[in-house]
T-cell receptor
Framework: GQQLNQSPQSMFIQEGEDVSMNCTSS?????WLWYKQDPGEGPVLLIA?????ELTSNGRLTAQFGTTRKDSFLNISASIPSDVGIYFC??????????FGTGTRLQVFP | KAGVTQTPRYLIKTRGQQVTLSCSPI?????VSWYQQTPGQGLQFLFE???????NKGNFPGRFSGRQFSNSRSEMNVSTLELGDSALYLC???????????????FGQGTRLTVV
């Protein structure tokens, strides 16, 4: 079945550093979404992408929809302690189900 | 505007029992999807309901079922609970007919089910 390969699995960085994570697939999609999940809570939508090549920012977060429609990346600039959490990519095609990546666990040290 | 509401937040059941979880989507949203999240398997898709009809289904046994009411509220039921069913169950609501229509999916806080 369809799978999203998300990397890295975990990151340990210092406050102020930039972060980059990505998701790839062998299938094409027409929607990519990025979520952040805090412990014991549901995922919160960060950025939504709907067109190949689209680059969208939300504050210090920037995400891009890959031109092949098979990948997406998320960048976080100047990380702060509250960026700690698990980041998930998700993708869908038309009315197909939304499938998720395995998550990137981000730890930020002061 | 209220977000996605899931009840209860926490639940403890014993093996062999059955359980019903509830999800109220964002007002105006017609699609509700359910996910099981465990540390080992991540977010696994259970099923999606749109306008009271199951539109997509994941690879879970028949013990997992769901339904959607005319007001878009959804319930999922798990019968004959097993220890491995312990997980965070999340529901997500979205507004559009398909992801072509710039649809975003918003999650509830989840129901933490523990089977003992």
């Amino acid at each position: 079945g369809q799978q999203l390969n998300q990397s890295p699995q975990s990151m340990f960085i210092q406050e102020g550093e930039d972060v980059s994570m990505n998701c790839t697939s062998s299938s094409i999609f027409n929607t990519w979404l990025w979520y952040k999940q805090d412990p014991g809570e549901g995922p919160v939508l960060l950025i939504a992408l709907y067109k190949a090549g689209e680059l969208t920012s939300n504050g210090r977060l920037t995400a891009q929809f890959g031109t092949t429609r098979k990948d997406s990346f998320l960048n976080i600039s100047a990380s702060i302690p509250s960026d700690v959490g698990i980041y998930f990519c998700a993708a869908a095609y038309n009315t197909d189900k939304l499938i998720f990546g395995t998550g990137t666990r981000l730890q930020v040290f002061p | 505007k209220a977000g996605v509401t899931q009840t209860p937040r926490y639940l403890i059941k014993t093996r062999g029992q059955q359980v019903t979880l509830s999800c109220s989507p964002i007002s105006g949203h017609r699609s509700v999807s359910w996910y099981q999240q465990t540390p080992g398997q991540g977010l696994q898709f259970l099923f999606e309901y749109f306008s009271e009809t199951q539109r997509n289904k994941g690879n879970f046994p028949g013990r997992f079922s769901g339904r959607q009411f005319s007001n878009s509220r959804s319930e999922m039921n798990v019968s004959t609970l097993e220890l491995g069913d312990s997980a965070l169950y999340l529901c997500a609501s979205s507004s559009g007919d398909s992801f072509l229509q710039n649809t975003e999916a918003f999650f509830g806080q989840g129901t933490r089910l523990t089977v003992v």
